[in-house]
């Protein structure tokens, strides 16, 4: 193994690993929407005709130049594994247009090493796109042309499949340093042109809100936060990439500046304004799983405290401990609560594929306050229902929902005691979650049921493998 | 697993990972002879009853205030594997004067992560020392009250042992940041009053020369390399840390500045004097799987291009690839070699347990060039001998031999045909093996051969497990 593992084209290192037939393989979606990397290896795969595959991303992203839609079509991918399948892919499948002979699996993020280790996914080929690497494997996101930040999620893929194949467009002289994946793990390395495109790394779910009412939302979770008696010298927090959630970033700094309280860690997916609290010096370490934002992926490399960590270690479901378990604060993105707090993160009532799992469920458990944070009502449908269309955080798991008309607690989650002592002095206007669901209904009529009688197409799984729920086609057959 | 991992003392860490007679455990030795925390552990496992104990450190040392050999006396422990047992002990097995049931096992640092990996070493319990650690079990080397740097040695550890204690003397808040070893794979904690003394990690093997003759078998190292058409900008290097080979690095240091060549990483064990050389621009990067003095304990933490390594990265002989893979030149010291060029690293003349194992063998067979520095007689005891008294790297694996008289090189060597050439033109004095072999007798007078006739009491293994020798007792029974 002393040579280059350097090889001429995607292709040949498809060869090279041997994949065939009915394999599976692996990416992650560091870049998102700005991911050029998948495409071309898909487009390879298929020029070799290889049929069959289960295609398990850490998330399938929508792409700009690529339909992945067309590889389930034709048969090259006929299982699909991820933690959420937004664009044609995700919508096709729920609208009955493209069919898979099995349903396919959305895990949140701390269940997909979880799954790995428990091999009920196993890899047989990765694709780590990486923005530098050397030609034995040691390879990074946070150097190079193109860099993409954390690379957190394939860890869990390097330590694992069974062949790992770098993807590079910055080829750099051996060793590469920082190597957040090395040598040991990695089989092949392909340089290509451009891995991705990181300015495009905040769009798709990573955006900034200019709506006045997310806004309101996001300064309410804000003032939620602040209330708390967690929210004291050396507290934690996760606020995601969500739009409320990336605007109410930029509040809970206000109030930590306000109250003069620095947060000892934030976590998880981490954008531009958690890094301008981190150099305000109000955050001493940012523990960062993915990077949300060009700023956030360039942030790792010249900040002593800005550290890349493996999914596993942010959210993994096995091991001995993780830093969710250390998190006081988690904000939660939702396109549904109901009135039992369980959330839905993936449908909306177009039936469309809305959003991934992400780490939410995991998020949720792991906070002591877990926030969930949407507008009652958006357009004329309903956020605070009486039941979710699809179940992707139990309820038992979620601390309160703040919308713009109130904040409700749930009385079942183990927090609710300090809560509702807390924000009873804070004048923070409480409702019940059954009143946020009437007063959404007064505004939209009650939401005809949406009955989907089709095929089972989607098993949403929860952080411990089991099933919470079964999504299925909007088509009768 | 949300609850705090810290426990009140050594000994109830001990009871809460439920060791009992017979199991395994493991230590690193990065502290060296200024380790204070094994002795703590064996005292509380003595005081516990517990019995029959295989020890498993990466290295035994010398302890200055605890007796290992005493564990043994009293059947605490009853197996060793490690890559040295230096010391009371190490000295006692082969003297006959300590008698373990079974032979001690010695494997260079490449194979342990081979042996643990193949299941050949479980590892119940991993006492890990760490200079600063959270209480949930997130550590490092590179901050605290005593900081020793990379914890290298301890990633197979942390990775595959049953149960992982962390032991510190410096409790931080959470998160530990730099974290080298994660919570993910911590069950306790323990805060003792201190863990080891770094001014101390360099006595032992890691100490500076001022013997006129070592220095000058340095410079002639530094010559060699310097002589080679490899010494080219962006070669890589490895010094390592007996006598000569710290004082080389200072040499090597100087001829690089002379022809203006920088090299793309130093490896392994790192000193002092590495780090000026990073320091000054000529290396750009150090991957560091041990800090053998104070002041390359804390460099990881103020330089990007000084980096913590996995000793599996490092040198292991499984995997997909290790540093050594790369490796140009290997300065390895040595007791003895032979005219085949075995290499003896471990026993002396005098019958005592004169050195360990280490990366040699490791570095021997990854570096392009393996150079093994050594006089030709040490006071009335030849270097040079016809058969080394014990093989612990094989002949194949050694490019030359670099003493006061006289380089030799080894023509079976892969890398024989470009060292006669490049040293050809050098005009440094070349010899044969035998013709050294000779100078040294003439001056010693042939030894007596040492005919060891007692039990089996170590087992040398090579790096793929297999046995290259076994030392026998003095003692004849």
Redesign the interface.
């Known amino acids: ?2 040579d280059s ?1 350097l090889l001429g084209s995607i292709r040949e290192a498809i060869e090279a690993a041997g994949l065939k037939d009915g394999d599976t393989i692996s990416f992650h979606h560091s870049f998102r929407e700005g991911d050029l990397a998948v495409g071309q290896v898909m487009e390879a795969i298929r020029s070799l005709g290889i049929k069959g595959l289960r295609f398990a991303p850490s998330a399938v992203v929508n792409l700009a130049n690529f339909s992945l839609a067309d590889c389930v079509r034709d048969g090259t991918i006929n299982r699909v594994e991820a933690s959420g399948i937004r664009g044609e892919l995700g919508d096709g499948l729920l609208d009955g247009s493209i069919v898979l002979p099995q349903p396919a699996i959305l895990r949140p993020h701390g269940a997909r090493p979880r799954a790995m280790e428990a091999r009920e996914l196993t890899v047989d080929v990765a694709f780590i796109v990486a923005s530098a690497a050397d030609e ?2 040691n390879c990074t996101g946070q150097i190079g042309a193109n860099p993409c930040g954390s690379l957190g999620y394939s860890f869990v893929d390097a330590r694992l499949a069974k062949k ?1 194949v770098i993807i590079t467009d910055t080829l750099v ?3 590469c ?3 957040s994946i ?6 092949y390395v392909v340089e290509v042109e451009q891995i991705g495109d990181p300015a495009k790394i905040g769009a798709g779910a990573a955006r900034l809100t200019k709506n006045p009412r997310d806004l309101a939302i996001a300064q309410q979770v804000a003032d939620v936060i602040a209330a708390c008696s967690l929210f004291r010298e ?1 507290f934690s927090f996760q606020t995601g990439a969500g739009a409320i959630s990336i605007a109410c970033t930029k509040f809970l700094s206000q109030r930590m500046a306000e109250q003069r309280v620095t947060a ?2 934030a976590l998880g997916g981490i954008t531009a304004a958690i890094i301008d609290m981190y150099d305000a010096g109000q955050i ?2 940012v ?1 960062c799983s993915q990077s949300f934002d060009a700023v956030a992926a360039g942030a790792i ?1 010249s900040r ?2 800005v ?1 890349e ?2 999914n ?2 942010y959210a ?1 479901a096995c ?5 969710l ?2 998190l006081n604060f988690g904000v939660l993105g939702a396109l549904e609560v109901d009135v039992s707090f369980n959330v839905n993160i993936l449908t909306g009532a177009s039936g469309r594929m809305m959003g991934g799992l992400g780490g939410g469920p995991d998020v949720a458990v792991g906070a002591d306050v877990s926030i969930v944070a949407l507008p009652i009502v958006r357009g004329r449908i309903p956020s605070v229902v009486e039941r979710v269309e699809a179940r992707c955080t139990p309820g038992d798991t979620v601390a309160c929902v703040v919308t713009q008309a109130g904040v409700a607690l749930n009385p079942r989650h183990r927090s609710y005691p300090m809560l509702r002592e807390d924000l009873a002095k804070s004048g923070i206007r409480l409702a019940s979650i059954e009143e946020l669901c009437a007063l959404a209904y007064s505004i939209t009529g009650r939401p005809q049921p949406m009955t989907y009688t089709g095929r089972p197409v989607v098993k949403v799984e929860y952080r411990d493998g089991t099933i919470l729920d079964v999504l299925q086609s909007h088509t009768v057959e």
Do not use: H
């Open positions: 193994m002393r593992k034995r494997g790992v002289p051996y060793p340093c920082p190597a090395g040598q040991r793990y990695v089989d050396g000892s860690f001493r370490t523990e490399l002593p405290g550290v960590i493996d596993a270690d993994g091991g001995k401990g993780i830093f378990d250390r």
